[in-house]
């Protein structure tokens, strides 16, 4: 059974950083492309970022290039999401997903981020 | 990297058939075959209904049903029932690495 378990949330004040981690089990990890969607509150899903099964090939939404991060541990089975800078409008649920087939097929629980001073 | 557009709000009384639509540009959802669609209750997170414009993930009803029409996707819901009441979402890939979601469409079984 598939699992991702996020990791890393919580409140921060705005300039600064934060560092999420989303454990994956049950698949394969290391042949899977996978992606960060975030949601903030009473909003909708925004694409945030993505990165290819082996790391080399990475993409991010305009709003958070040259401030966020996409990296994974394959040995580890894990994904991260290094966030620098943050602003109040980083506040959101941020999801890990897994992408394949083309679909996100298989999403975390979400962890909740808030920039607040 | 613009959103995709989705009415806000549709509905329809049980046993009926909605459609929900997804519209974006030659960019994105004209461009590829790439779109699916994720459902959403209120606290949890999102599940995929619908991917490569029309295929069902495993356990998905075929009361789903997904189609596009150039730039436009369309999610079929037929037989609503109460359950299907929540939040839709399309998505589409936009080439280069980068996907695009719409902005959600709020399901109400009458």
């Known amino acids: 059974q598939v699992q991702l378990v996020e990791s890393g949330g919580g409140v921060v004040q705005p300039g600064g950083s934060l560092r999420l981690s989303c454990e994956a089990s049950g698949f394969t990890f290391s042949t899977n492309n996978m992606q960060w969607v975030r949601q903030a509150p009473g909003k909708g899903l925004e694409w945030l970022a993505f990165i290819s099964f082996h790391g080399t090939d990475k993409n991010y939404v305009d709003s958070v290039k040259g401030r966020f991060t996409i990296s994974r541990d394959n040995s580890k089975n894990t994904l991260f999401l290094q966030m620098n800078g943050l602003r109040t409008e980083d506040t959101a649920v941020y999801y890990c997903?897994?992408?394949?087939?083309?679909?996100?097929?298989?999403w975390g629980q979400g962890i909740l981020v808030t920039v607040s001073s | 990297q613009s959103a995709l557009t989705q009415p806000p709000s549709a509905s329809g009384s049980p046993g009926q058939s909605v459609t929900i639509s997804c519209t974006g540009t030659?960019?994105?959802?004209?461009?590829?075959?790439?779109v699916s669609w994720y459902q959403q209750y209120p606290g949890k997170a999102p599940k995929l209904m619908i991917y490569?414009?029309?295929k069902r993930p495993s356990g998905v009803p075929d009361r789903l049903s997904g189609s596009k029409s150039g730039n436009t996707a369309s999610l079929t819901v037929s037989g609503l029932q109460a359950e299907d009441e929540a939040d839709y979402y399309c998505n589409s890939y936009a080439g280069d690495y980068n996907w695009v979601f719409g902005g959600g469409t709020k399901l109400t079984v009458l």
């Open positions: 030659s960019s994105d959802v004209g461009g590829y075959n790439h």
């Open positions: 997903v897994r992408d394949f087939d083309w679909g996100l097929h298989q």
């Open positions: 490569e414009v029309n």
